[in-house]
């Protein structure tokens, strides 16, 4: 069954009890704007819902699953009843986040090409992760503008590469996340979309009541372990770093150079993201300022 076109998100049910979801702004790499993921949202809210959906698969139009924020336009509460004092842009994403965690529903993510910042959040945040071997998974901003909004590096790649992760921004591959935890498992990038509706299929085979159950046993598990408590901790961090003075003058670069010189002169001495030989990205970036 196809569903009416959104501009930006994609609805179809490809199987069975199995609800896609497309994140359909290609030429943006996917970039989140409030348009795209206010329409997420509101259709993981309907999924959730239906009794007719088991399983939902998020996956990302074009050459990617989803480079980030769309750090060109100025961002605002999905929610729109947030406050937007000090910190809230931070706050209000876990919040988003951990609501995914909370849906009865499971969520898939089906991730290829860039994974990053925003991108990556929206990845942690579902239930499993299938990737292409050659996919790229990163949080830049931490190289510029301050903590990651939702800090699951030392969560879901554990403490030695998460720290890794965290002082450095670099990318880890599709296969490597895998083998770190960040994803369930990889595929040849050939073989995702196929995989993945298969093992939708699959989860869509077990009644739906239980579902919920073993999907919260899983994140009782790992709230137990501290998660929630983890995470919102550390959303606070977030609004400090945009107060120290390397942040200051990156959001300025912002204003000065645009979007896409300010992250080249970011990626500039690694080589990679924006600077690398390919030159296979695009607008991708982490978290918006209220005061940028």
Known sequence: MDWPVNSVLLIDDPAPRVRRLTLNRPDKRNALNDELRGALFDALRAADVDDQVSVVVVRGAGHCFSAGYDLSQRLNPVERSAATTD??????????????????????????????????????????????????????????????????????????????????????????????????????????????????????????????????????????AGIREGLRATAELNALGFHQRSSREYMRGFRENGVRKNLSNRDRAFGDYRENSTRDSATEGGTPSAKS
């Open 87 to 224: 910190g809230w842009w931070a706050r209000h994403v876990v919040n988003n986040w951990l609501e995914m965690w909370d849906m009865a529903t499971p969520l898939i993510a089906q991730v290829h090409g860039w994974c990053l910042a925003g991108g990556s959040e929206l990845a942690t945040a579902c239930d499993l992760v299938y990737v292409a071997d050659d996919a790229k998974i990163g949080y830049p901003p931490v190289r510029s503008m301050s903590t990651p909004d939702m800090a699951w590096q030392p969560w879901m790649l554990g403490m030695r590469r998460g720290m890794e992760a965290l002082l450095t921004g670099n990318a880890i591959s599709g296969t490597e996340a895998a083998t770190l935890g960040f994803a369930t498992r990889s595929f040849a990038p050939e073989e995702l979309e196929n995989s993945v509706l298969e093992i939708a299929n699959q989860v869509a085979q077990v009644p739906a009541d239980l579902l919920a159950l073993n999907k919260r046993v899983c994140h009782r598990a790992m709230e137990a």
